[in-house]
């Protein structure tokens, strides 16, 4: 019999990040996972952008987010002997002149921090096509290698035998004062799944609004960005020398892990926006986002069961939400700290039913 604190099930971000914080906070856990169900963590180019492009403003609490991003991912490239984030710039190539004005207007007031305050016309990026508008940055940004963090986590907690790789079944659950599941007995269980929190009867009740994204790893010898990450309509960021990710699509309707050969098109057209070069597809990923109605995360108790919880609504913007909000939720098991109302799971209490 194994006895623990925590559960962790679901080794994605939400997982990866709170099993630990949960550790360093001294807890026990075990965390079980079977990585082949949801590939949505591993696939994520892993950006964190301070920016909302769409209305130029900033991104939902990012002046809470980006400290505790940094020191987070910081600590485990320390801890695993590795660099897992780049700092990057975010190059956005402007369509319109009043783009380019309302950017000049925003760079001077509410989100003078993040944009550069220049508008620039000479290119600099080899292959990259540049409008007569041309083309800003948006600053402290940059990129988690996800896959790279997951491996590592995973390495970490096999080694202290707090990892079990293989599929959760819920119906192996069994809720009292304790938890136990199968030879485990913990005092709590926490449920990252990520979109197939949709299999969890315990939280099937939250309204998501899951996104499935496609992203492409293409090859070509004709483009340089450096470790700029170029955007109009999608991202193009280099992985190795001229390997570059480009992303990514929304779909709201197809909500499987299939890839899609509408992606590739989609893709592929918003490409020849950006750069008119030859290039080669290596390699085409898909994912589901797990997004919440609202927008926001979605974290804390179940309504019926005390020792049940739930981490996840990470949505588009995992990298970023994960390290401030898995610390919010060990300050509530630590010390009672209570969770914002805007990402607290019992904000949809009025959809449970008994
Ligand atoms: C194409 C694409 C690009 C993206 N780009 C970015 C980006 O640039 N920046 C960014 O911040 N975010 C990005 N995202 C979003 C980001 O990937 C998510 O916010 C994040 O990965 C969600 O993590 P999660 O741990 O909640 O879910 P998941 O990654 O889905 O992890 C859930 C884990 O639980 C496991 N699991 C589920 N059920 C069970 C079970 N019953 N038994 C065992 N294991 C189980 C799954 O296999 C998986 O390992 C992107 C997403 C996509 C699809």
Redesign the pocket.
Known sequence: MTNVDFIV????????VLSLKLIDAGYTVMV???????S?????????NPIVFKRLTKSWMIDELLPELLSFYKNAETQFHIPLITERHIVKLFSEQQEADLWKKKATSEVENYLDKTVYHDNDFAGIKISAFGYSKVLKSG?LD?KTFLKATQLFLIERQSMLS?????QDLNITETISYKNITAKKIVF?????IK?NPYFNYVPFKPA????LTIETKNVKIGTNIINKNAFLMQLESNTYKL???YNWEDLNENQSQSAVQELQDKFKKIAQVDYTILKH??????SVIDRRPVMGQHPKHKNVFLF?G???????LAPYFAQRLVNYFKSNESLLEEVNVSRFNKFFVN
């Open positions: 099930v679901g080794q994605g971000l939400a997982g990866s079980i996972d079977k990585p082949e169900l949801s949505c963590s591993r696939i994520a180019a892993g950006i964190w990129n996800v293989e599929e959760f079944n819920h990252t799944e990520g979109f197939l299999n499935k994204g496609e992203v992303g990514a699509t990923e898909s994912g589901v986002r797990p996840n990470l949505g588009t913007k995992g990298v970023m």
